[in-house]
């Protein structure tokens, strides 16, 4: 069983940075995409990034390009998500999901339809 733990949410001040981490563990499969996604309060959740099994392919939701930095260490099977010039509106629940590649080299997809396995989420709060 899939199992994603995020970590390294908390309280920043706009302008701050944060990275967030996703641990990831129980793959049948030996490739994998990772997806961040976030959830405000009162909103829909969205799709941030998505890395796939490999590490060379990204893709950013348009509002979060050259902010937000997507990597992973598959030698540790995590996921980071470093995030700088936060601003309020930044202020979500972030969640971490995967699904199955068929290859190293297949790409990620952002729409969340794709993802079967979500973690428990991290919060992110960006005030002063």
């Known amino acids: 069983q899939v199992q994603l733990v995020e970590s390294g949410g908390g309280l920043v001040q706009p302008g701050g940075s944060l990275r967030l981490s996703c641990a990831a563990s129980?793959?049948?499969?030996?490739?994998?995409?990772i997806g961040w996604f976030r959830q405000a309060p009162g909103k829909e959740r969205e799709a941030v990034s998505c890395?796939?099994?490999?590490?060379?392919?990204?893709h950013y939701a348009d509002s979060m390009k050259g902010r937000f930095t997507i990597s992973r260490d598959n030698a540790k099977n995590t996921v980071y998500l470093q995030m700088s010039g936060l601003k309020p509106e930044d202020t979500a629940v972030y969640y971490c999901?995967?699904?199955?590649?068929?290859?190293?080299?297949?790409?990620?997809?952002?729409?969340?339809?794709?993802?079967?396995?979500w973690g428990q989420g991290t919060q992110v709060t960006v005030s002063s």
């Open positions: 129980g793959f049948t499969s030996d490739y994998y995409a």
């Open positions: 890395i796939n099994s490999n590490g060379g392919g990204t």
């Open positions: 999901a995967s699904f199955r590649l068929l290859a190293p080299q297949a790409i990620c997809l952002l729409p969340r339809w794709h993802y079967d396995s």
